[in-house]
């Protein structure tokens, strides 16, 4: 990752952090199936903006920073946590073998995939695109989360407000309403005012704690 882009994305984390003082009563984030488009290959750049590949053009699509915080029920942050994160591109296509022929229509200024380590807080942040839907699927976007080598999460998070949501087979596979809100996340502005790019945040709760973690 350039310094410009580091920079970036190191001070969209900084936007993120929660308002001291405000508790919150946390529900773990639920777990979905990694699906069959996790990327094989890995591309050549796995950094956290997927907005930008070297020699490409710019990225189709809506721009959004996505960032959030990994935690444990009690708000403890996961400090140098890995959060992976995957989804298609503008037309709709993974960075994926199993994609054929289409492959051949994929968009080569995205990334497709990033990986990024939280900070101290347990902050993270992605430059991506809004996800958008293709056949049998609503809008939304992987996430893999990894801490000292010990896989915690699996998951996909959702678009609020798209229609297609209610006719999702993993979405609607989901009951409980707190847990089904938790992946269902807001598209908006960005709140620092930068124009052309939207904002989502994503808190990460994992459920539960790890052999290396004290409860």
């Known amino acids: 990752m350039s310094v410009d882009r580091r920079r970036f994305v190191l001070g969209a984390a900084g936007l993120l952090l929660p308002l001291p003082g405000r ?11 990694q699906g069959p488009f996790y ?6 750049e796995q950094d956290a903006d997927l907005l930008g590949v070297a020699g490409a053009h710019p990225a189709l699509g809506d721009p959004v920073t996505l960032g959030g915080r990994v935690v444990d029920l009690n708000g403890r942050p996961f400090a140098q946590a890995l959060v992976e994160i995957w989804q298609v591109d503008a037309h709709g ?5 199993a994609e054929g022929p289409r492959l051949a229509r994929r968009d080569s200024g995205f990334q497709g995939y990033g990986r ?17 839907p293709y056949p049998g699927r609503t809008p ?9 080598r010990e896989h915690l999460l699996t998951t996909q998070l959702y678009v609020e407000g798209e229609a297609l949501n209610t ?4 979405l609607e596979r989901i009951l409980d309403p707190q847990q089904r809100a938790n992946i269902i996340v807001p598209f908006t502005p960005r709140p620092d005012g930068r124009t052309g790019e939207g904002h989502a945040r994503f808190e990460i709760v994992i459920g539960h704690t790890p052999a290396d973690r004290p409860g």
């Open 116 to 132: 990024t380590f939280t900070d101290a807080h347990g902050a993270y942040s992605f430059r991506t695109i809004r996800p958008v």
């Open 39 to 44: 990327p094989a290959p890995l591309p050549v």
């Open 167 to 170: 006719q999702d087979f993993l």
């Open 93 to 97: 296509i993974y960075l994926h073998a």
């Open 23 to 33: 508790a919150a009563v946390r529900t773990a984030t639920p777990r979905q199936p």
């Open 140 to 148: 939304h976007i992987h996430v893999r989360v990894w801490h000292r």
